[in-house]
Every structure is written in structure tokens, then in C-alpha cells.
């Protein structure tokens, strides 16, 4: 089982629809949580933290459920300009320090 | 330029042929990650180092594979008798160190093994 599932997509949704994605971990021990967004043949960029309370940064919603393992991204009023993939990343300690461990990405198309 | 700089951007090499490839971390950040990325899937840690220190090694890096940080600035990941596996983009990024916030990401170096 892999650490960080995501389902892979690809999202195609119209300008200004709202587009949930959802992630889940393995690793109850895990510490911190994120979305980084990837655009194509370019590193990957933090997106922004998850909280277990739920953070929002503009149009875009994080939430965090520890219980269940599962992480979600909501993003509401699509631009062209959100058509990226969106990775979630988790850490947590493995040998001498905590990493960062991503999915496999959710890629998403903004459409006219 | 004050982010993270990788060296070179593309490199197609033939299999067998030795490869290294150079990262300039953010100046101040004293923790340094190598990560591979292939195609469809997310970055899979590789290795990273505190300062001059090379702490972690993933069951990835194979003994082909040595990465170094000699002066605790910019580190090297070389990869001896390459095969077409190796085809990848290798990502570096660095941190302060207090935590896991602030990862910056280089541009990456994509590698082509033919």
C-alpha cells in the first residue's frame, strides 16, 4: 500500500466550477500535512498547510481528518490558470528526521 | 538569485556513462534533499543531508549512487553506469531545518539515458 494515495485523474472541469480532491495516508504518526501544486516539467510548489481545524486561502479549502487518515483540497471558481497537478504531502519521522512523502498527484484541467 | 539552482536543466547520456549533477541550495538552509520524480508519479525521496552531513540514504539509492555535501553548501549527486531506469527528473530542495516548512525546490535536473 503506498503512503499517500491519490486518485490520479485527470479532473476536467469548466472555468468556475468547484473541484474537490481527496488524498488518504497510512501513517497515523504522520506530522504535518500539505498541498504543493506541480505545473507541468516544473518543481513542485507549496500550495499551502492542512490544519485539523480547516484553512482556507483565497478560493481554496484545506481540510485535514486525522481519525480517518484523509486529507481533502477544495477549490471553488476555477480559473484556467488552477490547471496543474496537485500533489498531497505528508511527513513523518523515518531514521534521523521527518521528510516529506507525496501522492502521486491529481492532475487538473481547467476548461473554457 | 536567491532560490535553489540546479546544474544542468537536461541531460541525455548514454547508457553506461557516468552523470553528476549540481545543487545550490538557499544560502542560509543548513538541510539539503534529493528526490526523484518519473513520469505519473510523485517525488520519491532519495537522500538528504544536515549541513555537511549526509543522515539518510532511501533503499532507492542504489550503489551506483553517491551524493555529497562537502562544505555543507552545494551538494553533488552522481550516478556511475547509468541504465535507462535512471531516466528521471532529480529534484533538490532545501530548508532551514525547523521542521518540515520552507522545502524550496529547485528547477530540477532531467536525465535521459538512451
Known amino acids: 500500500r503506498k503512503e499517500v494515495e491519490q486518485d490520479p485523474g485527470p479532473f476536467n472541469v469548466p472555468e468556475g466550477a468547484t473541484v474537490a480532491f481527496n488524498c488518504t495516508y497510512s501513517?497515523?504518526?504522520?506530522?504535518?500535512f500539505f498541498w504543493y501544486r506541480q505545473d507541468c516539467r516544473k518543481e513542485p510548489k507549496l500550495l499551502m498547510s492542512?490544519?485539523?481545524s480547516g484553512n482556507e486561502d483565497g478560493r481554496f479549502t484545506a481540510q485535514l481528518n486525522r481519525a480517518s487518515q484523509y486529507i481533502s483540497l477544495l477549490i471553488r471558481d476555477s480559473k484556467l490558470s488552477d490547471s496543474a497537478t496537485y500533489l498531497c504531502?505528508?511527513?513523518?519521522?523515518?531514521?534521523?528526521?521527518?521528510?516529506?512523502?507525496f501522492g502521486t498527484g491529481t492532475r487538473l484541467q481547467v476548461t473554457l | 538569485d536567491t532560490g535553489v539552482s540546479q546544474d544542468p536543466r537536461h541531460k541525455i547520456t548514454k547508457r553506461g556513462q557516468n552523470v553528476t549533477f549540481r545543487c545550490d541550495p538557499i544560502?542560509?538552509?543548513?538541510?539539503l534533499y534529493w528526490y526523484r520524480q518519473t513520469l505519473g508519479q510523485g517525488p520519491e525521496f532519495l537522500t538528504y543531508?544536515?549541513?555537511?552531513?549526509?543522515?539518510?540514504k532511501s533503499r532507492l539509492l542504489s550503489d551506483r549512487f553517491s551524493a555529497e555535501r562537502p562544505k555543507g553548501s552545494f551538494s553533488t549527486l552522481e550516478i556511475q553506469r547509468t541504465e535507462q531506469g535512471d531516466s528521471a527528473m532529480y529534484l533538490c530542495?532545501?530548508?532551514?531545518?525547523?521542521?518540515?516548512?520552507?522545502?524550496?525546490f529547485g528547477s530540477g535536473t532531467r536525465l535521459t539515458v538512451v
Open positions: 530542495a532545501s530548508s532551514p531545518g525547523t521542521g518540515d516548512y520552507g522545502y524550496t
Open positions: 501513517n497515523s504518526a504522520s506530522q504535518s
Open positions: 492542512v490544519y485539523s
Open positions: 504531502v505528508v511527513s513523518f519521522l523515518t531514521g534521523t528526521a521527518s521528510k516529506l512523502t
Open positions: 544560502s542560509e538552509h543548513n538541510r
Open positions: 543531508f544536515q549541513n555537511e552531513a549526509q543522515l539518510e
